[in-house]
């Protein structure tokens, strides 16, 4: 069984400084979850030793900006602690799987966040659908969840596209129930999902500081030949 990590990065359609919206999920075989999770345990705890690993997440975002546990860090030992995630990512047993969406070039009736994340997340689900079909296996789902105690808005919104995708299939799928939520300071696979859905973000961003680029476009590289990225449209 292959478990899928889905994680996001980017921006809504109301938002002029990104044009892009990612969704990425990272596939990760049940029977190596453990050594993937061990791995990125390790790594936590060398780039901030202070801190236990459930304290903080690996985020492409916090590690570039040098924000939250990062924000003590010059540029370089940030830089080089994102090449040791992309360096994990390359030889740990997994794929990602990535959709881009261009929200500049979307038709009209593409009017609401709701209907560019059903967009987005149909595309990524027909990709991992297609990936367990090539391997003859099942898989599940699991996302970084959104709800408080007071709102399941986003959630719920992850839910009813499923529930909408799966519709559409007449309710043939090798995905196991729903997806299920957590949080992704918990799931190693979720913040390898968000590392990947930021790097291609990032990357893909036009008027991006010289500057910063550099220890980006080279974890890029680095699992490149791991990444199926679709671009919509």
């Known amino acids: ?3 899928f990590y889905i994680d996001e990065s980017g921006t809504g359609l109301k ?3 990104s044009p892009f919206f990612v969704l990425s999920a990272t596939a990760i075989p049940t029977d190596v979850s453990r ?3 061990a791995r990125v345990i390790a790594l936590k705890r060398e780039l901030v030793s202070w801190a236990k690993p459930e304290d903080f997440e690996i985020k492409g ?6 924000e939250k546990f990062f924000s003590n860090q010059p540029w370089e030992q940030r830089a080089e602690a994102i090449l040791k995630v992309a360096t994990l990512l390359a030889e740990v047993p997994c794929k990602m799987l990535a959709v881009q969406v261009d929200t500049r070039d979307l038709p009209e009736y593409v009017s609401s966040d709701t209907h ?8 990524l689900l027909d990709l991992i659908e297609l990936e367990l079909a090539q391997i003859e296996e099942q898989g599940r789902v699991l996302m970084d969840a959104r709800s408080d105690l007071h709102s399941s808005v986003q959630d719920r919104r992850a839910v009813e596209a499923y529930r909408d995708w799966l519709g559409n299939r007449s309710g043939q799928t090798r995905l196991i129930e729903i997806p299920w939520f957590g949080f992704s ?3 190693a696979g979720l913040q390898l999902a968000d590392f990947t859905a930021y790097l291609v973000d990032f990357i893909s961003n036009e008027g991006t500081p010289r500057k910063r680029q550099g ?3 080279k974890a890029f590289d680095l699992i490149a030949h791991k990444t199926i990225l679709v671009k919509i449209p």
């Open 61 to 66: 975002r916090d590690l570039r900006r040098g």
């Open 1 to 3: 069984m292959l478990l």
């Open 15 to 17: 938002d002029k400084q």
């Open 185 to 187: 300071a918990f799931y």
């Open 215 to 217: 220890a980006i476009e």
């Open 116 to 123: 560019l994340y059903r967009l987005a997340f149909w595309r």
């Open 35 to 37: 050594e993937v999770d």
